[in-house]
């Protein structure tokens, strides 16, 4: 008999929420806490987040609250389902009730401003280096998970135990769970694909054609890996579910934030008037900006995500940016890193 675990998903969008709902069709005992009391009541009521994941009921055993410290109480696995760019003021108010040993799981994607930390840096330093964690990453649209489409993620933890513990509460016969220990690889692939993400999207807002995005792409994942070994990642990692495989379908999905970003770029809209439209955060380019600093640091040369950078915080002209990659100068394909 399968063994069924307490989870708390805190995070209200749509990720989190999908991951509540795949726990609760494992009969596992689940609570989902928004940071939002008025919506924590809305999702009690309507049974479906409106927001972010609409059209997708919420099991009626699936428990809801707005209250942290009830969640922490709650459950022997946290899943971390906070963006980036907010998790470390969330871990400030997890610390004041963290009480006992409990699993926590990363599935945020990007890099900290300023600092350049991945989630589970962020974690580590705020709740200890000892921290039973998991990162979990991979090519996982919140609007197909919930709704019984097959998808396969990677788990990985210091302690492959660890990211065995989140297979057994997650993992079923639509939502397929590897394992591994590269945590720096697999947040680098959730992270770095989002930027290329808008490069792909500028070449549909410009109108380019299947050559251009299939060049594009490749090269992007080729900056991956170059940064992802600079940055003490397995390379492999990167051909696998959490870097070819989610970049594939952040590229070109009709469900990726940050490639309607790029399309709207490459359309000449201006950054700023595209993400005050935007409900959802698209995390690609804030992680832009970190991986600009990353580059400065490190002395790596990633070229596209410079021109995504560019794009996004000088304005630059989009059709400009393809001009200036197009024309450096030529160079053996195979000397990559």
Not at 4 to 27: N, P
Not at 145 to 155: Q, S
Not at 214 to 228: F, P
């Amino acid at each position: 008999m399968n063994k069924k675990f307490k989870i708390s998903v805190l995070g209200d969008g749509g990720w989190g929420t999908a991951l509540a709902v795949v726990g609760a069709r494992k009969q596992n005992e689940v609570l989902l806490w928004s940071a939002f009391p008025e919506y924590a009541e809305t999702l009690r009521q309507k049974r479906e987040n409106v927001k972010f994941l609409p059209g997708v009921c919420l099991p009626e055993s699936l428990k809801i609250t707005a209250d942290l410290k009830e969640a922490l109480d709650f459950a022997e696995i946290v899943v971390l389902a906070i963006p980036t760019q907010y998790l470390r003021a969330v871990l400030h108010k997890v610390k004041e009730y963290h009480g006992g040993s409990k699993l926590f799981v990363s599935v945020a994607k990007g890099l900290e401003k300023k600092t350049c930390l991945r989630p589970s840096q962020i974690i580590y330093s705020l709740l200890g280096q000892e921290t039973p964690l998991v990162v979990i990453s991979g090519p996982s649209h919140a609007e197909e998970v919930a709704r019984n489409m097959p998808t396969l993620v990677v788990a990985a933890g210091k302690h492959i135990g660890d990211a065995e513990k989140v297979q057994a509460a997650f993992a079923d016969t639509y939502f397929r769970i590897y394992s591994q220990n590269d945590i720096p690889g697999v947040e680098l692939g959730g992270a770095l694909k989002n930027v290329i993400a808008i490069a792909a999207g500028v070449c549909d807002g410009l109108q380019f054609g299947d050559n251009s995005k299939a060049g594009l792409i490749t090269r992007g994942l080729l900056e991956m890996v170059r940064l992802g070994i600079r940055m003490g990642a397995n390379p492999n990692t990167f051909y696998g579910l959490s870097g070819v495989g989610d970049l594939m379908t952040t590229c070109f999905s009709k469900h990726g934030r940050n490639l309607k970003v790029g399309r709207e770029l490459g359309g000449g809209r201006k950054i700023a008037e595209i993400l005050k439209g935007m409900e959802m955060v698209a995390e690609g380019v804030d992680t832009a900006m970190s991986v600009f600093q990353l580059c400065q640091e490190l002395k790596v040369e990633l070229p596209l995500m410079h021109e995504v950078y560019r794009l996004c915080f000088e304005d630059k002209d989009p059709r400009q940016a393809v001009q200036d990659l197009l024309g450096r100068d030529a160079r053996e394909e195979l000397k990559q890193y």
